[in-house]
């Protein structure tokens, strides 16, 4: 193996597992909450040989560094080797080994026996060991490769955010960035990660912005645990107007459920109640509403904007989809919403259901007026029945008009008598002078047919 070769080696292999490493690192320290930010919103571990691609050490004046001898590179492959083989303890007691004869080597091959053993340290999630090692590293200055010296930095900032060192990876990114040609967004996504852990919300902000920005100006993509993180950073301070702006952006670009539905809230919130309604309405058509909140709060708003026949067609959707239980309080609001759409037939069927749930006799009571105007004369007197024997009406002298009106329609003169002789009955106890004299009036009206009646059967008799 040629040095090269072995250079290249051991930076792709460092690079790969740190990749994989930090991913797992980082979630373990996520953190959770109304917008639940990712914390490795900042992007990932970038392998050696990726970084030095996307951002390259600035152009100065070609370093002179002191050559690698051939003995540093031998211990460096026996220990690439007894890592491939996952024999870290034996990597490290090479490597160690190599250390004690420090005093004979220069910068470049101290710094170049520290990496590895830095590597090991975090192959055995020994992470303070680690940064131990790689802080020897970058102390050499100029007398190490720029890649070396840059990719370093990278990884000191990084690990020590893992430890949440938030002030050592904030310094050591800024020294990267100080030495990197045209850095890209990631590293200020990382910044505003480290500064939101530390709940400087401003700097965190502001950070973000310049990642946005730099990944617009060279048409990379911003992801979509970024703009989450802005979202929630702006949450934090009550920035509600960017709040909204965030989630514009989330909603267009990563159309998901929990976006549409932030998004009405915070709307809902700040009293733009069509803005509310627009955003759930888009997440209902989109599929996107599951819970039982998501289909009530979009079916409330549509009613209160007078449009019942579409709040009835979500409330439908909402018990077919089993996020709306069909208790009495529920099918009750679809009721009204059919009645409202002069959809008899579909309020009468949701009321009877709710109806039968139902501990008192409002909805039998309902149910009564809509079978009278729907001239189905039986069924209403059945309703009024259930609505007076349940009880809990608030005028139960108007559901015995209603009775004996039905009662009337269906030629039961006699009964439907009685029903007003009980609804004159309650309004005198009452005190319901109005009804009294309704009833009152319906009793002589029935007294004179009833009179009338059997005049004509004894005339045709």
């Not at 004046?61 to 211990?75: D, F, H, M, Q």
């Not at 160690?96 to 590597?119: F, Q, V």
């Not at 729907?374 to 008009?401: E, H, M, P």
């Amino acid at each position: 193996m040629t040095k090269i070769e072995l250079a290249n080696r051991w930076a792709w292999s460092r690079g790969k597992t740190l990749t994989r490493g930090f991913t797992a690192a980082t979630v373990a320290l996520a953190l959770t909450g109304v917008f639940s930010p990712i914390s490795d919103s900042l992007g990932q571990w970038t392998a050696i040989s990726a970084t030095a691609e996307e951002a390259p050490a600035k152009k100065q004046k070609t370093r002179r560094v002191p050559s690698l001898s051939e003995g540093v590179y031998k211990k460096l492959g026996e220990g690439q080797e007894a890592i491939d083989a996952k024999d870290l303890a034996g990597a490290e007691e090479i490597i160690k080994t190599a250390l004690d004869r420090s005093r004979r080597y220069n910068e470049n091959e101290i710094a170049n026996l520290h990496n590895m053993l830095g590597y090991i340290y975090y192959l055995k999630e020994d992470y303070d060991g680690a940064l131990r090692e790689y802080k020897i590293v970058v102390s050499q200055g100029e007398k190490i490769p720029e890649g070396l010296e840059t990719t370093t930095l990278y990884t000191v900032a990084q690990l020590s955010y893992v430890q949440e060192n938030y002030d050592d990876a904030l310094k050591y990114m800024e020294i990267w960035i100080s030495k990197a040609l045209n850095p890209s967004s990631a590293p200020r996504f990382f910044m505003a990660t480290v500064y939101y852990q530390m709940k400087e919300y401003d700097k965190a902000i502001n950070q973000m912005q310049l990642g946005i920005q730099i990944a617009e100006e060279r048409g990379t993509t911003v992801k979509e645990q970024q703009w989450s993180l802005l979202t929630f950073l702006y949450f934090e301070k009550e920035d509600w107007p960017n709040v909204i702006e965030t989630l514009k952006v989330l909603v267009e670009k990563f159309p998901k459920r929990e976006h549409w539905v932030r998004l009405a809230g915070v709307y809902g919130q700040e009293g733009f109640e069509k803005e509310q309604m627009y955003s759930l309405e888009a997440a209902y058509t989109a599929g996107f509403l599951e819970k039982k909140t998501d289909f009530t709060n979009l079916a409330g708003l549509l009613m209160q904007e007078e449009v019942p026949y579409r709040a009835a067609k979500v409330l439908v959707a909402g018990f077919k989809a089993e996020a709306i239980e069909p208790d009495t309080t529920n099918l009750q609001a679809l009721g009204q919403a059919w009645q409202l759409s002069q959809e008899v037939d579909n309020a009468i069927e949701a009321y009877e259901g709710a109806a039968k749930l139902s501990e008192d006799g409002k909805i039998y009571e309902r149910l009564s007026y809509l079978y009278l105007e729907d001239d189905q004369f039986d069924r209403c007197v059945d309703s009024a029945t259930g609505a007076l024997d349940k009880g809990g009406l608030r005028k139960a002298q108007s559901v015995y008009i209603v009775k004996g009106m039905c009662q009337y329609n269906l030629d039961k003169l006699t009964a439907a008598r009685d029903s007003f002789v009980q609804c004159r009955r309650v309004a005198r106890r009452e005190e319901d002078k109005a009804n009294q004299r309704v009833c009152g009036q319906w009793i002589t009206f029935i007294d004179r047919e009833s009179a009338r009646l059997k005049q004509l059967a004894a005339a045709s008799g």
